[in-house]
């Protein structure tokens, strides 16, 4: 009886812990950076956009009338 409780122990252990061994989701890290890149690239844009002169045009001049 002994030796069955020690091996439902040891299996309980041993599923418990086999998310611990599994290792990362890489899938989920790369969408993680991936969002984070979107995300200075367009704060980037912005202030790219935000630090460009306005470009104003000039008056025409006009024509004098004889």
Known sequence: MKSFLLIGAALAAASVSFS???GPDFYIIEKGRD????????????????SRPCRLRKPRRQRSRP
């Open 20 to 22: 611990a061994v599994a």
């Open 35 to 50: 969002a984070k890149r979107a995300v200075q690239r367009a704060e980037a844009a912005q202030a790219a956009q935000a």
